[in-house]
């Protein structure tokens, strides 16, 4: 088992600090990004347990053409057949881009350089990387080589290069760089350094400006010292190194402590030009240097970096899938959380953010200026890499109110009040801490919707709103000013209690008074108002009201009452305001009520009582979906009041359709018979296009074959009935709707017939109700139940 030192220095040796006098770059700032070399294809590749096959590598660099990139470390083609093919492959098929310069690693040895040109032969733009190891250890122990040794082996196969570079640009037109790269930079002394790097640029010959500059690339093959003391060897370089400004200086940071972005950062600041590293930091054991994190932590400088990772998925998916290694979710920019916030006070600050800058933003837009980008704990803009703000917040056992009401605002477009922000959090706590896990989006939606009621049939309680009106009505306060009296509003609506359509009415000083003094009144449910708020989600003709209401018991002191700690929170939203609100109290009705039974609701049809014809008519088209006939509802309303008088006048919804179902014979199973009743029936067009019919009519118990002719099938009926009666029957009203839908359709007939007969002075009149799924029987069915209503003499009797 390992064992930790309590003195570590009796076995590891620190770094040597840099005796750097008048060191500048601590004081300097970036201004612009540095070149960009990526080495995936090459040191991120050898480093993969699995090296990529040559369709992922040809997926890859087009990636890295995609992203920007102009110069890419493509192979060490000298190493395999695999590589060295790679490399023909994108020569031979045209697949680099004449602004990108492709690089291939070899090392200073004769046979491995030669094999490298014939991989690039064809090429236009070509950079050929060399390297020797320079560090005492190598020097010592693995080469045995003087330093004096090591400087010739450099010098001596950078010529072989210069002579190869001007053989193949003579035969292949091919335009070469030349980089040279003193491996093990950071653990040699920087003097041997500018040393060989000094022979090298001489051996080479051709160091000039612009793009025939020589690059030395001064890699942190092993990190050994902190980012500053990477920082004062490249300063210490770039002021030391003969003619400067022919010499790009390029940065190889690997990550072994850790701090590889710091030190390519600060190194730049020493004076590098140019950085090699790979996408997310691939590499030999803790990896190469990271570009897509140095290049955002540019951007958000607001430093162009001249790669594009707009839309960052798509390159993680691709990096993923070729190198087999997964993307850590803490990764800078990269990772699944890097944008995410689950602490509650992290969260609270992003939404406020959030709203702040929205509101900023419109006034920038106004004032012509720029909408910058200043946000708590997000210093880049998700969307800016294509990533949406679903991320930015979740939810757990240790997020807060505000995380959870930025969520609802984003996915449902409710700005809940905060005192509601506060009840709803508590309801998400709960469930956070009985699951012991993330909560997602969806189950704090599904749980929103479910406490408050909210999201359509899905998620109706007890109660639920079906229609409404709300009508004015001056007060019956007389006033002794000249004031103008107070208006009252009434609230008409039907609700469906328990399942039930109930038609209920209230008073108040507006529509959400009134529907409190309606479910007070009806469902003996007594609740105040104590607070209310709205807003409006979206804008123009789509426009929607949301609204919020916190209610809670009524009792006989006001003070108590608006202190209780008890209160129930309900939320609608409508595209009419006064339906938005009612639909809010409503939901925190439902909460309020639980499982408790309500009352039976009743209607009051006394004689003195304030509801009337209509509000019966309406309760039967909830309870029954019948549109009773305006004429119709007079007569049965007589019949609701004599049947409710023994009850106070009061009578139930389920006992006002069973009276409505036995007065008429509508949907009843109970084998009444009528007087008059058709067994079956068969019609004909006369030879002057009139209906003729014969039946079998059950006449007071008897069946008689009757016939008739008439303009229609009930004229026709009523003919055949005047064959069994004294005196005369007429249509006065005929009425008919249907009832369902598809295959359950079927037609309801309302028929008032009028009654004559010789020896009588007063005419008769009486309603029948027939229903049937063909037209024609309804309406006959209602014409022989309206006639069995009536005192008719039949002629039997005559």
Known sequence: MGCMLIDPSQKYKPYTPLKLDGRTWPTKTFTKAPIWLSTDLRDGNQALANPMTADQKLTFFRLLVKCGFKEIEIAYPAASDTDFSFVRYLIEHNEIPDDVWIQVLTPAREELITRTFEAVAGAKHVIIHMYNATCPMFRNVVFKNTEEQTIDLAVRHTILVRELTNQYGVSHGTTFRYEYSPETFSQTEVQFSVAICDAVKTAWGKAGTGNERIIFNLPATVEVGPPNHYADQIEYFCTHISERERIVVSLHPHNDRGTGIAAAELAVLAGADRIEGCLFGNGERTGNVDIVNLALNLYTQGIPPHLDFSDIQSVIDIVTKCNDIPIHPRHPYAGELVFTAFSGSHQDAVKKGFEEQTERHVRNLANGEPQMWDMPYLPLD??????SYEAVIRVNSQSGKGGIAYLVKQHLHLDLPRKMQIAFYQVIQKISDREAREMTVEDITTAFRS???????????????????????????PLDTDEAPDERRRFDGTVSVDGMLRVIRGDGNGPISSLLDAIRTHLDIDLTLREYSEHTIGVGENAKAASYIELVATT????????????????????????????????????????????????????????GQADIANALVNSLKLQLPRRFQPSFFEVVQRAARDSGGQISYENLAKLFQDTYGYETETGKQYRFELQSFDFAKSIVGRRQITAELLVDGEVRSVSGEGNGPLSAALAALHTQICGTLSIKEYIEHSVGEGAEVKAVSFVELVYEVEGRTKKESAWGVGDDSDITASGLQAVMKAASSLNVVTSKNA
């Open 556 to 611: 006989d002191n006001v003070k108590e009452t608006r202190s209780a700690s008890q209160s129930w929170w309900g939320v609608g939203v409508d595209s009419d305001i006064a339906a938005s609100g009612l639909r809010a109290v409503l939901s925190a009705v439902n909460s309020a009520i639980g499982d408790r039974p309500l009352p039976e609701l009743k209607l009051s049809v006394g004689f003195d009582s304030t509801m």
């Open 451 to 477: 406490t408050y009621y909210f999201g359509g049939p899905k998620y109706e309680g007890r109660l639920a709103l079906k229609s409404f009106s709300v009508t004015v009505e001056a007060s019956p306060e």
């Open 382 to 387: 998700p969307a800016d890499l294509g990533c």
